[in-house]
């Protein structure tokens, strides 16, 4: 969260909904919230924080050696954001963009003023991901034709890192939300398939998809190795 805090820090006009799959707000990301918005105050940032919490069931929850693939994760906790944004930004009717940041994620300032103008749904590659160097839309004449991911035939073979959405068009379909049955990589396939009808309608950006911007550089649990005495 810090690595991702000190990014966002350096874009204009940013809201942080950061939601913890957790009963009750904890102590650290509090601690952290409040060290955050004392840098806000010193370097003048625009950058905005919510703090939100929501705990996934323990019947669906991963366990501690189970595969990170078996069950969907944080399905609850972005949709917890998503009505977040229905409560509180709609009456408001500002313009903008939805985009799930993971909080593990690595990302250069230029992603987000490339999805600032999203129409709909805005798209780019994502590094390190699906057992790839390079997950990517394939784009002919401005137009997405197809990916080049795992499991390509997907209708939208895409992370969760590598689109934006409207917030107008967010706002057009108010059931939109993620779901916990959605199959294994099918979680953003069926949550925009609530939003848009075709990949005609996708908006390729990042250098027409040729650019990457973001790196799926998960944060692992660390063991240390004691020194030999």
């Not at 137009?143 to 991911?149: H, S, T, Y």
Request: with cysteine.
């Amino acid at each position: 969260m810090t690595r991702l805090a000190y990014t966002l820090l350096l874009v204009r006009n940013v809201c942080w909904i950061l939601v913890e799959d957790a009963p009750a707000k904890t102590a650290d990301v509090e601690q952290f919230m409040v060290h955050l918005k004392s840098l806000i105050e010193k370097k003048k940032s625009s950058l905005r924080l919510v703090q939100l919490n929501v705990p996934t069931p323990t019947e669906i929850k991963l366990k501690p050696k189970e595969a990170r693939w078996r069950k969907p994760r944080g399905v609850l906790q972005r949709n917890h954001g998503l009505s977040w944004i229905r409560d509180h930004i709609f009456k408001l009717d500002p313009d903008g963009v939805i985009y799930f940041a993971d909080d593990d994620n690595t990302y250069d300032v230029r992603l987000f003023e490339e999805m600032r103008d999203t129409k709909k749904v805005s798209c780019w590659p994502v590094a390190l991901v699906g057992g790839r160097l390079v997950e990517k839309p394939l784009v002919i004449n401005g137009q997405v034709i197809g990916f080049d991911a795992w499991k390509p035939k997907r209708k939208y073979a895409m992370d969760m890192a590598a689109f934006a959405i409207n917030i107008h068009l967010f706002k057009r379909h108010p059931g939109a939300q993620f779901s916990l049955v959605s199959r294994r990589g099918f979680l953003e396939e069926d949550f925009l398939n609530q939003l848009i009808a075709g990949r005609e309608e996708l908006e390729p950006k990042a250098n027409q998809c040729t650019s990457v911007f973001v790196w799926h550089t998960r944060t692992e649990a660390f063991t240390p190795v004691q020194p030999a005495t």
